[in-house]
């Protein structure tokens, strides 16, 4: 759904290569995520076949201690940029403006801070933490170790750019036409028999302003507020449902013309 929002947009382009760039850094760590896993997951099986064989993998336990180093600085990333890390915000809703716009900068800051401290003490232990003849396989462990000032400098960046972006609000013809479309797909959901779903959209409240990408999740159902635009990420049961509530209204709709 295309809708518009209040204030200056954030100053990006819209063009297939802006987008490809912008989508590649994720696609990267999606990838190298996904890799990590699969190497945590196959090797002490190899591990366990090859000693059957009265031999083994040398240096294994080392390998695993840093993949799985590795795959959680990639995994906080991630969880960073879908903005699903844990955050002390219960009842932030809850506060008017301009009190819950204070607030959610003083816990940006906060988070900044924390981050970029992380980022430093951790690129200083890469630095001068370990001895230069000290490696894993072949890979000096100071190599292995750049992964934590890596990971923490992401999150402090991609923190910094979403406080930069500010708040955002619908119009008043985005928020109808919002309005609306939220109110079908909760009588859709009801019709189903998504009770907690219907519900859940009936008390979205479009008049709470939102730093983009906001998500928002509820029962079988996400949506993501971007600067022109909300993505609404079905369940696959809630997609069949709403679809098949489509199609039958759309050939009633027919039949009555």
């Not at 080392?62 to 940029?81: A, D, E, F, K, P």
């Not at 009842?91 to 009190?99: K, L, N, S, Y």
């Amino acid at each position: 759904m295309s809708t518009e929002s209040s204030g200056s947009a954030s100053g990006t382009s819209s063009g297939p290569i802006s987008k490809v760039k912008r989508l590649l850094p994720h696609r990267i760590e999606d990838a190298l995520s996904f890799s990590l896993l699969i190497l945590i997951a196959v090797l002490p099986l190899l591990e366990a076949i090859l000693r059957r064989f009265h031999t083994g993998i040398p240096h294994m336990t080392g390998y695993l201690q840093h993949l799985v180093l590795w795959i959680s600085l990639i995994g906080g990333m991630i969880t960073s940029r879908e903005k699903r890390h844990l955050a002390l915000t219960a009842g932030v809703e809850r506060i008017g403006e301009p009190f819950r716009a204070w607030i959610q900068s003083a816990t940006g800051f906060l988070s900044i801070a924390l981050s970029l401290a992380l980022c430093l003490a951790s690129l200083s232990f890469a630095l001068i933490g370990f001895d230069p003849d000290q490696k894993v396989g072949a890979i000096p462990v100071s190599l292995l170790a750049l992964v934590m000032p890596l990971g923490f400098g992401v999150i402090a960046v991609r923190f910094i750019t979403r406080l930069e972006r500010g708040i955002r609000r619908l119009l008043p013809a985005a928020a109808h036409e919002a309005g609306r479309l939220l109110l079908s797909l909760a009588a859709a959901a009801e019709i189903g028999g998504h009770q907690a779903t219907a519900a859940s959209l009936r008390q979205f409240q479009l008049s709470q302003g939102f730093v983009t990408p906001q998500r928002r999740t509820f029962p079988e159902l996400d949506v993501v507020q971007f600067n022109t635009r909300w993505e609404f990420r079905l369940s696959h049961c809630l997609w069949d449902t709403v679809s098949g509530f489509l199609q039958e209204h759309s050939r009633s709709a027919s039949a009555v013309v």
